[in-house]
């Protein structure tokens, strides 16, 4: 098994900016934080990395968090979240050993195909695709951009096969650079 399962992580959310207000603290993935918040205006990650999402059960748009402060929703929107509250949330674990994903031009692993075990900031520029809809994560945990550079929407990839990215919320969107998860945290 080449993740660990002793990594732990905590993140605590707060309906108000500066960690005021009510708060919610999350050691593991959270699929609805609707019962314990009404909103999210700050967050603190005291360990880890996590994923949040705009809606409940890891869905619509997403955005990387590491340890740190996020006392303010417009900083984290200024620093590239684009969506001003946060309703689930997912824990990243951490991965020893090697990354491999490979990435397919269409969705249900159709059209052209490359098998990946580093870093892209562009699969226009490296491979030739000027799109990629479906993926198969087999090694390590990932995130893709819309844009080239790793900018942009953004969304987490975890081992397993993804036929299609629309059917995951992210209609009409397209990935054109991806990045390894290689943080501690």
């Known amino acids: 098994m080449t993740t660990t399962g002793m990594n732990m992580g905590k993140i605590t959310f707060y309906e108000e900016k500066n960690f005021q207000g ?7 993935d959270c699929s609805d934080m609707s019962s314990n918040m ?9 360990s880890g990395c996590f994923m949040v999402y705009e809606k409940n059960n890891y869905m619509g748009q997403q955005f990387f968090m590491r340890r740190g402060e996020y006392n303010d929703m417009h900083r984290m929107q200024s620093m590239g979240m684009m ?3 946060i309703r689930s949330c997912r824990m990243i674990p951490f991965h020893r050993g090697q990354f491999r994903m490979k990435i397919y031009e269409k969705e249900n692993f159709g059209g052209q195909s490359n098998e990946m075990m580093d870093d ?3 699969i226009q520029d490296r491979y030739r695709m ?7 994560v087999m090694d390590g945990h990932w995130l893709m951009y819309e844009q080239p550079h790793y900018k942009g929407r953004m969304m987490y ?4 096969e993804y036929r299609s990215f629309r059917d995951m919320g992210m209609s009409g969107q397209r990935f054109m650079s991806m990045r390894r998860i290689t943080d501690m945290c």
Not at 38 to 46: G, I
């Open 130 to 136: 000027s799109d990629c809809q479906s993926c198969n």
């Open 120 to 122: 892209c900031d562009n």
């Open 157 to 160: 990839m975890r081992p397993g």
């Open 83 to 85: 969506f001003d509250n």
């Open 38 to 46: 009404s909103r999210c205006q700050s967050c603190r990650v005291d």
């Open 22 to 28: 009510r708060s919610y603290e999350c050691m593991s």
